[in-house]
C-alpha cells in the first residue's frame, strides 16, 4: 500500500513539476539591462566605402589632382560612376577624331553626358547668337568608350571678330561659359593690363572635344574633354601679338602676371573646374577651364 502511494506521489510529483514553472535556471526576460551601461550604439553598418561619405563636397587637401577634374572629392556626376561602360556592338571606332557624323548615340548607357535637354539647348543656343557667337550644330557623337555628346557645336568665333582658334567642338554650355568670360572678363581686363597688344583677335585653344583620358593617361578616368564640357586655353591672339598663358607667382608684380592672375580668378566664376597654369604638371602651360557638374553647385578651382 505505502509503496503504490509512493509511486503515485512520485507520478504527481513528476506531473506537477513538469506543470510548473520551472524554478531552475530559468530563461527570465531578457538581461534587465543595467541602468548605468550605456547602451550600445547600433553598428553603423555600412563603414563608410573608402571614399566620399562626407556630405560636404570639400577637396580633400591631399595630393593634386591629375587633371581636368578633381579627383579627391569627385561629388560629380549624379549618375553612375559606369566609367567608360563597354557594350556589346559594333567596334568604337579609333579612340578620338574625327567624330563620325551621323553615327546615333547606339550606346546611350556608355555616354555619361546626358542628353542635352532640348530646352536648355534651345536657351544656350539662343543666348550664343545675343552675344554674336558664330557656331553651327553638329551631328551627335559617340566615339565609344563613353565618349560623345549629343548636341555639339563648332565654335568658329567666340564672340564677334574674334576667333576661336582653331575652331572647336564642344558643347554649348562650355561655349556658352567661354564667351561670357571673354567677354565680360578677358576683353576689359586685357584693355588695361595689355593694352599694348592692341584688341583681342583669337582665343588660341589647345584642345576642346577629344576622346581620352585625364592628361591623356592610358588607364584612369575619362576626361571632361571626352565630353565636350571642357577647354585648355593655351594663348591669346592680340591685333599687336601674342599672350601665352603663364605661370603667375604670386610675388610677380607685372601687368602680364596680374593679367593672368585676374583671368585665373574670374574664370572660376564661369566653369566650375579652373585649372590655372601651374596648378599641377599636367598644366603648366595652359588653363584648363570645364563645366563639370558637381553636387550643390560646387566648384575646383587652383
Ligand atoms: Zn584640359
Avoid: W
Avoid at 79 to 108: D, N, S, T, Y
Avoid at 120 to 126: L, P, R, V
Wanted: negative net charge; glycine residues 8%.
Amino acid at each position: 500500500m505505502t509503496k503504490r502511494l509512493a509511486v503515485i506521489l512520485i507520478g504527481l510529483g513528476l506531473l506537477t513539476g513538469a506543470a510548473l514553472p520551472p524554478t531552475g535556471p530559468v530563461p527570465t526576460e531578457k538581461p534587465s539591462a543595467p541602468a548605468d551601461q550605456p547602451a550600445v550604439p547600433a553598428p553603423a553598418e555600412k563603414p563608410p566605402e573608402g571614399e566620399e561619405s562626407a556630405p560636404a563636397p570639400v577637396p580633400a587637401p591631399g595630393p593634386p589632382p591629375a587633371e581636368d577634374v578633381v579627383p579627391a572629392e569627385k561629388p560629380e556626376d549624379a549618375p553612375a560612376p559606369a566609367p567608360k561602360v563597354r557594350l556589346p556592338g559594333p567596334p568604337p571606332p579609333a579612340r578620338g577624331l574625327p567624330p563620325v557624323p551621323g553615327l546615333q548615340p547606339a550606346k546611350p548607357a556608355a555616354i555619361r553626358v546626358a542628353p542635352e535637354d532640348p530646352e536648355q539647348f534651345a536657351a544656350c543656343q539662343a543666348e550664343l547668337k545675343t552675344l554674336g557667337t558664330v557656331f553651327e550644330t553638329a551631328p551627335p557623337i559617340d566615339d565609344g568608350e563613353g565618349c560623345g555628346m549629343s548636341n555639339p557645336i563648332v565654335v568658329r568665333e567666340i564672340l564677334p571678330g574674334i576667333k576661336l582658334a582653331p575652331e572647336a567642338t564642344f558643347r554649348c554650355e562650355t561655349a556658352l561659359q567661354l564667351a561670357k568670360l571673354t567677354r565680360e572678363t578677358i576683353i576689359p581686363a586685357a584693355r588695361i593690363a595689355l593694352a599694348d597688344k592692341g584688341e583681342l583677335k583669337a582665343i588660341q585653344q589647345a584642345s576642346a572635344y577629344v576622346c581620352r583620358n585625364r592628361n591623356s593617361a592610358a588607364t584612369g578616368k575619362i576626361s571632361e574633354h571626352a565630353y565636350g564640357n571642357a577647354i585648355d586655353i593655351a594663348g591669346l591672339e592680340f591685333d599687336k601679338g601674342s599672350v601665352p598663358m603663364v605661370i603667375a607667382a604670386q610675388d610677380d608684380g607685372t601687368f602680364p602676371a596680374a593679367f593672368q592672375r585676374s583671368l585665373n580668378a574670374a574664370a572660376c566664376l564661369y566653369f566650375t573646374t579652373v585649372l590655372s597654369p601651374g596648378s599641377d604638371d599636367a598644366h603648366k602651360d595652359h588653363l584648363h577651364l570645364d563645366v563639370i557638374e558637381r553636387k550643390s553647385g560646387y566648384r575646383f578651382c587652383r
